[in-house]
């Protein structure tokens, strides 16, 4: 299992999924799974700021007679949806996490 992240040139210590994988024995998903927990790894601060832009951009074109382009749109839209979907699945992982620690402390 372990060459299977070496391959990849992940850290098996730092993928949090390695961890949850490593107790129920499901390797074939470890390398894909860790391959997100990289990809996710921007903090909760960093999406925050990444939805600031359309937000910005819809209030300004509430309160005034500005209307934004297509590209700008597309840019605030890739920025906002990146940003929440980030914030959406921060969010999963952490009910998971603190839902795999209550039944840890259940069964002892």
């Known amino acids: ?3 299977i992240l070496y391959q990849f040139n ?4 730092e993928c949090g999924i390695w961890k949850l994988c490593k107790d129920k024995g499901c390797p ?3 390398k894909y799974l860790c391959q997100l927990d990289y990809f996710f790894q921007l903090s909760v601060t ?3 700021i990444l939805l600031i832009p359309l937000i910005v951009d819809g209030f300004i074109q509430f309160k005034t007679s500005y209307e ?3 590209i700008k ?5 890739c920025l906002f949806g990146y940003g929440f979907f980030n914030l959406l699945l921060l ?3 952490f009910i998971v996490n603190q839902g795999m620690k209550f039944g840890r402390f259940i069964s002892q």
Do not use: C, P
């Open 10 to 13: 992940y850290d098996y210590l």
């Open 91 to 93: 969010s999963f992982m």
């Open 68 to 70: 934004s382009n297509n």
């Open 1 to 3: 299992m372990l060459l």
């Open 46 to 48: 960093v999406n925050v």
């Open 28 to 30: 074939k998903l470890v």
């Open 73 to 77: 749109r597309l840019i605030t839209g």
